[in-house]
């Protein structure tokens, strides 16, 4: 069974910085998809940012406030996130989109409170 752990979230003011991690169980590979997800109170949820290989995606929401990464060696990626905004509130989840076979699994989620 494959697991994705998150860790690196908690409560921070408004443009300060959070560091989210997400390790997985298994290889990743250059093939296979990780990306971040939020879901806000009474949200859908909504994709954050996401990485295959060298290719990276932002929301616009996030983009040029955010830094998606990847490490092989850990098996681990991770979401570098500064200016951050109240409405940046929610809980993020890692994903891993596989190709083969065709899966996708979760994390259990991480939660981020912005607050002045």
């Known amino acids: 069974q494959v697991q994705l752990v998150e860790s690196g979230g908690g409560l921070v003011r408004p443009g300060g910085s959070l560091r989210l991690s997400c390790a997985a169980s298994?290889?990743?590979?250059?093939?296979?998809?990780m990306g971040w997800y939020r879901q806000a109170p009474g949200k859908t949820r909504e994709l954050v940012a996401t990485?295959?290989?060298?290719?990276?995606n932002y929301a616009d929401s996030v983009k040029g406030r955010s830094t998606i990464s990847m490490d092989n060696a850990e098996n681990a990626v991770s979401l570098q996130m500064n200016n951050l905004k109240p409405e940046d509130t929610a809980v993020y989840y890692c994903?891993?989109?596989?190709?083969?076979?065709?899966?996708?699994?979760w994390g259990q989620g991480t939660h981020v409170t912005v607050f002045s």
């Open positions: 990485i295959t290989g060298d290719s990276t």
């Open positions: 298994i290889g990743i590979g250059s093939i296979n998809t």
């Open positions: 994903k891993l989109a596989r190709k083969f076979p065709r899966k996708e699994y």
